[in-house]
Every structure is written in structure tokens, then in C-alpha cells.
């Protein structure tokens, strides 16, 4: 089992930044790729990003790609996403999320493990 808590979630205005966190525990090393999922009210759950397990190889939706980041720092097992240029089409509650290399993909049935979420709001 893996236990995945985000944090860092808040309201900002329209073109400012936030940095989310997930900190993952249990067997965290059961997995392999973490990444962060978001989802509007009204909407369906869709991807944003994923890294693998070295970090070196990172994956972005296009709505995304040139302002958001994901990094992981494995010593502390923790993935970050680091949101720049916000727009209010982000505002959603984000959630982290993990899998395995074998069955990564962007739907989210293809991922194991969820966080709790946290709420993003960008203001215009």
C-alpha cells in the first residue's frame, strides 16, 4: 500500500504561481511513476503531468506544457508540481496520484494509489 498526502494548494491570482507537494509513504517503492491529476467541478478527472522513477523523463498535458513542472526528490519521497502563468481554467482540486511503469497512462483507471486532493483556485 501507498499512502499519498498533497499540500500547498491555496487560492492566486490569474498569472501568478503555486507549488503543490506529495509526500508518499507506506511502500513507496512499489511504485514507479507519480504524478498530478486535476479535476473541475462538473468536469471529469483529466492528467496533467507524471515522472518516473529516475526523474529524467517527464510527461505533460498540452494544456499545461511551458508552464507547469514536475519534479520528485526520491531521498524524501515526494513529488512536486510547481505552477506558473495561472490561468482560472486550473482552478480545481488536484490530486496526486501513483502507478507502475508497466500500466502508466493518462487515464486514471490506470493509476493504483490517490491523494485526499487539494484546492486550487486562480482569480481573474
Known amino acids: 500500500q501507498v499512502q499519498l498526502v498533497e499540500s500547498g494548494g491555496g487560492v492566486v491570482q490569474a498569472g501568478g504561481s503555486l507549488r503543490l507537494s506529495c509526500a508518499a509513504s507506506?511502500?513507496?517503492?512499489?511504485?514507479?511513476?507519480l504524478g498530478w491529476f486535476r479535476q473541475a467541478l462538473g468536469k471529469e478527472r483529466e492528467f496533467v503531468a507524471a515522472?518516473?522513477?529516475?526523474?529524467?523523463?517527464?510527461h505533460y498535458a498540452d494544456s499545461v506544457k511551458g508552464r507547469f513542472t514536475i519534479s520528485r526528490d526520491n531521498a524524501k519521497s515526494t513529488v512536486y508540481l510547481q505552477m506558473d502563468s495561472l490561468k482560472p481554467e486550473d482552478t480545481a482540486v488536484y490530486y496526486c496520484?501513483?502507478?507502475?511503469?508497466?500500466?502508466?497512462?493518462?487515464?486514471?483507471?490506470?493509476?493504483?494509489?490517490w491523494g485526499q486532493g487539494t484546492q486550487v483556485t486562480v482569480s481573474s
Open positions: 496520484a501513483a502507478t507502475t511503469l508497466e500500466v502508466f497512462g493518462t487515464n486514471p483507471g490506470d493509476w493504483y494509489y
Open positions: 507506506g511502500r513507496p517503492s512499489s511504485v514507479d511513476v
Open positions: 515522472i518516473d522513477g529516475s526523474g529524467r523523463s517527464a
